[in-house]
């Protein structure tokens, strides 16, 4: 993917900062979702230790990081670009408890995190990355990721998925094992996708038929869909398999000894 820190910088300057301005005069979709504040609606529910530390596994543009600082005692971004960390550090400028780190998951050494949070950011080797994460969590620490689903819908009808994409059978087996006993992952589906999520379900709270039919907007849509979006959403809704083609996963993994 295209980093696209420094025209994104350019405009930022340009519009002082100003991002419900700068979006309205520069229709983009790369833009919406480096910027947008809908972004932060993948997380915003959810009831982080506000005395904790958090490691944010790709700057992502501070889409996140905002949120991030708001709600844990003290961040620490991590990218291997040093462009996007730039962006970041200008967006949230006014914040004194984040860290930036020029980096891979490698670099970092001889500390622990309450939480680790990988948002579209997931890189290859995945089983790797994710076993890197885990060890860097404090006892009873949090590893949270959001990935596309390799299955979902918004996918098979032909907009275009993320390099990394993952079924909920993989998720599952990379996050607790194929046994599923190295400790417990609880699975959110935001739709349309983590990128601008408008509603979240969890496997408690699942949507049936017709709640979706109208539901289903996203901006990376192709101009020509293969089939009607809203008619299959409805039909794996009645067939009880929304979570298989859900288009794409947020899941909270903890230790097995923490639940």
């Keep these: 993917?295209?980093?696209?820190?420094?025209?994104?910088?350019?405009?930022?300057?340009?519009?002082?900062?100003?991002?419900?301005?700068?979006?309205?005069?520069?229709?983009?979709?790369?833009?919406?979702?480096?910027?947008?504040?809908?972004r932060e609606n993948l997380l915003e529910w959810y009831e982080f230790d506000r005395a904790a530390s958090l490691l944010q596994v790709g700057s992502d543009y501070g889409a996140l990081t905002g949120l991030y600082s708001r709600r844990v005692s003290h961040v620490t971004v991590l990218d291997s670009s040093q462009n996007n960390l730039s962006f970041n550090q200008l967006r949230h400028q006014d914040r004194n408890n984040i860290r930036y780190v020029n980096g891979e998951l490698s670099s970092i050494h001889g500390e622990t995190f309450d939480y680790v949070v990988i948002a579209g950011s997931l890189k290859e080797p995945v089983k790797e990355q994710i076993e890197k994460a885990k060890a860097l969590l404090r006892p009873g620490g949090k590893l949270i990721l959001s990935v596309c689903n390799r299955l979902g819908l918004k996918y098979q009808a032909g907009a275009i998925p993320d390099q990394i994409r993952l079924s909920r059978k993989e998720l599952m087996e990379l996050l607790c094992g194929s046994g599923r006993t190295e400790g417990k992952a609880a699975f959110y589906y935001p739709m349309p996708d983590y990128k601008l999520p408008i509603t979240l379900y969890s496997d408690s709270y699942l949507p049936s038929k017709g709640d979706l039919t109208h539901a289903i907007l996203a901006y990376d849509y192709p101009k020509y869909l293969r089939f009607d979006l809203g008619k299959m959403f409805d039909e794996v809704c009645e067939g009880k398999e929304f979570e298989t083609f859900a288009n794409s996963f947020l899941t909270i993994w903890s230790c097995h000894e923490e639940d």
Excluded: T
């Design 1 to 38: 993917m295209n980093d696209l820190s420094p025209e994104i910088r350019n405009l930022y300057i340009k519009y002082n900062g100003d991002i419900k301005r700068l979006l309205a005069e520069n229709p983009n979709p790369d833009y919406l979702y480096a910027l947008s504040d809908i």
